[in-house]
């Protein structure tokens, strides 16, 4: 009976991680429509998305702590109802700025979901059935963040964006109430100790800056004043955090959890894992509507397989991993992402779904094979505050993942972009030169080309005809080369015959005039598809090759998995520490 109710409660816990994690992704696909519908500029969008990401980087461990402190189960309650609140003002939004300040309201309830919620439901299990519990929550958080786009989508696409957030409110108020039945509110275990103020300051600040950084590291220029700020700033704060936290005797996070090598490499591949992970799943999509020209729900469909893939296959490494040991399983894991990244490299332009589908799938399934174990090797031998310092580690640190994969993959494909369009423009420089057009005409038609290839919207790749569409004469100047070239003619026809002639030459020189005319136009078109061809081409080179040199990157990764081997215990897991 009790084991039974423990299994209830690990489901109850999966909606907040649930909640949590997919609104990590939910919105994605919503952007362009809640960017029309707000009037607000890309700067403030990127924050709408940002803000969530890092306030859970921020405030996880702080948070995770406070609960220790205040109570897992209240402060689980808590969030869900931040989180339900945050959720309503983001859906009554009518501004960026608004949106951006709902968001963060919204990102602290998450920030308090994640932690407890594994917290709680692996502590509801005895230890002999941790593991169970570790997978049907690490299950929950893969898919939930896989299925987030296509979810938002649909929503978007048949109710509107507002409700990608309005859907939240009633899983939040039955979470509410199903706490309260089934939790023990009143009399649960607490740590008795007093907040590390200190050490709440200094990780926050080091977490905050160096998550900010990497989300706008790219605008402002890796090397800029405003990065080496940020770096400066949070290396001294971390320094500063690890020199506070030795010293101080109730700690915001117990060091001795650093002293279990699983656990270090176990987060250690959480970053890992999701950094691959959310690099196929941010570019894929804007590579199938920019380049393919899909549309927004097509795009979230071919991507599903990945969610598919990890919700079949994380369970399935679990119990893998009992049989043959955690290094073959995680060390294949990244070795079938890296052949996933090597399929995806080879797609194009006209890549059939089949095409896309399949290293989707390849990917789920190396992800599910990482990411099952260390769900469970990041939690299941930590029991009291250890469990809870775990826990929130690791949600800061998926976070940290995903800042960190946005950052590398945009800051990749920018570079790339940059030096396909100039490739794009060298090439239409070196064609331009065999039309037979006048100078002025071939500078006419470059300048139009590079007006559209230095436009920094995909959607710029050199369309149809888009620079030449003006290149010819004017119906005036073509009155006018008839009315000299037919003049010409009738200089060379004796005198008395000119009249007589003048209908009939006017009639040739049209003719031919005219067939010269559409004869440049049919050369200049044809310049026109061969450039949109290239652009075309280059544009999608500048995606695949992101792919393609992180290959060896993943398998050089791999080798984490040797981490795992042959561990040695050398902390305390009991709930008593070692202060």
Known sequence: MEQSKGIKIVFLMCLGIFLCMIDTTIMNIALPAIQADVNTSLEKMSWILNVYTMSIAVLAIPLGRIADIFGKAKLYIMGLIIFGVGSALCAFAHTGDFLIFSRFIQSAGAAILFPTSMVIGVSAVPMAKRHIALGILGVTQGLSAAIGPVIGGVITQNLGWRWVFFVNIPFCIIGIILCFIMLEIRNEERVTAKIDWTGL??????????????????????QSNFAWICYIISVVSFILFIL???????PMINLQLFKDRTFVGASIVVILSNLFLIGVTVLLPTFLTKIQHRTEIEAAFLVTPISAMIFLVSPFASLVMKKLGKVPVILVGFMVMSFAYYCLQMIGVHSTSKEIIVPCMILGVGYGLVIGPITILTASSFEGELL?????????????????????????LTHNLAENKENVYLYAEKKVHELHVDKAEQVQILKGIKKRIQNKDLESNIEKNQGTDQIGLSQKQKESMIREKVNNALNEVPLEYREMKRLEITKQVTEAVEEKIENIKREVGAFSDDITHYAEKEMAVSFTDLYKA???????CSLVAFIFRNRQLKVDKSNKLNV
Do not use: H, Y
């Open 244 to 250: 506070v936290e030795r010293k101080v005797k109730s």
């Open 388 to 412: 809870t310092a775990s826990q929130s580690v690791v949600s800061m640190l998926r976070q940290i993942g995903i800042v960190l994969a946005v950052a590398i993959f945009v800051s990749g």
């Open 201 to 222: 300051v200094l990780s926050s600040i080091a977490i905050f800056f160096s998550t900010l950084v990497l989300v706008k590291g790219n605008t402002w220029g890796w």
């Open 550 to 556: 992180s290959v060896p990157i993943i398998l050089l």
